[in-house]
């Protein structure tokens, strides 16, 4: 079984989580980890499970002009420099039958601020038909640049661990 996880990431909050998801899902499969700028045109042959994840900019997945906001407040280089994960999974051209998805974000733990990018990430990997796995998850930060929450990372591994095994082979797969 094999894993290709893409993420999306400004200040390297997303970059960390989607590390720790691919460690754990390392456990069970074989795990490739991409950044958005330089993930495959389609997703490749072999693979069953495909993760996304970024950061949520403005109630959703990041655009153009909130990325040239995330820039203006960074205080070193950003991670991901060019598209995000909304424009990559646009134009995502195609998949072999059985592929599996599962989307993830970061973002602010306020009960009062409405929004994810994983939702808009769901969205866009069903319109591709790839179907959803249950249970994407929120990775929270404390403030714009980070850092992450305590026990985050741990969090995100065990999230990995639960995924690749719901992707072993024999086992039904809860998709929505
Ligand atoms: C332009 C911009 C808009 C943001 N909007 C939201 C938002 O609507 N909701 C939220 O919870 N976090 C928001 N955030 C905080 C980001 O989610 C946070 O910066 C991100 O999780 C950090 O991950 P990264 O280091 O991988 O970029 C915003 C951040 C930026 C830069």
Same mark, same amino acid.
Not at 148 to 174: K, Q, T, Y
């Given at each position: 079984?094999? %894993? ?12 960390? +989580?989607?590390?720790? +998801? %691919?460690?754990?899902?390392? @456990? ?27 950061? @949520? /900019?403005?109630? =959703?997945? #990041? ?26 999974? &646009?134009?995502?051209?195609? /998949? ?5 998805? $599962? $989307? ?10 409405? =929004? &994810?990018?994983?939702? =808009? ?16 998850? &929120?990775?929270?930060? &404390? ?9 985050? +990372?741990?969090?995100?591994? #065990?999230?990995?661990? #639960?995924? $690749? ?12």
């Amino acid at each position: 079984m094999r %894993a290709l996880v893409v993420y999306e990431s400004m200040f390297g909050n997303t970059q960390t +989580i989607a590390q720790a +998801i %691919a460690d754990g899902l390392a @456990t069970r499969m074989d795990v490739e980890l991409v950044e958005v700028g330089a993930a495959p045109a389609a997703v490749p042959d072999g693979v069953d499970l495909l993760v996304v994840g970024g950061p @949520t /900019h403005a109630f =959703g997945m #990041s655009r153009a002009n909130t990325r040239k906001s995330a820039a203006e407040q960074a205080t070193s280089g950003l991670v991901s420099k060019g598209q995000g994960m909304r424009e990559w999974l &646009s134009a995502l051209s195609g /998949h072999a039958p059985d592929v599996s998805a $599962a $989307a993830f974000d970061t973002r602010f733990k306020n009960p009062w601020l409405p =929004g &994810s990018a994983r939702r =808009g990430a769901e969205k866009l990997l069903r319109r591709k038909g790839l179907p959803v796995l249950t249970g994407s998850q &929120s990775f929270y930060v &404390s403030g714009t640049p980070g850092p992450l929450l305590e026990g985050e +990372i741990e969090r995100a591994r #065990s999230w990995g661990v #639960s995924l $690749a095994a719901m992707r072993e082979p024999g086992e039904r797969r809860p998709a929505v």
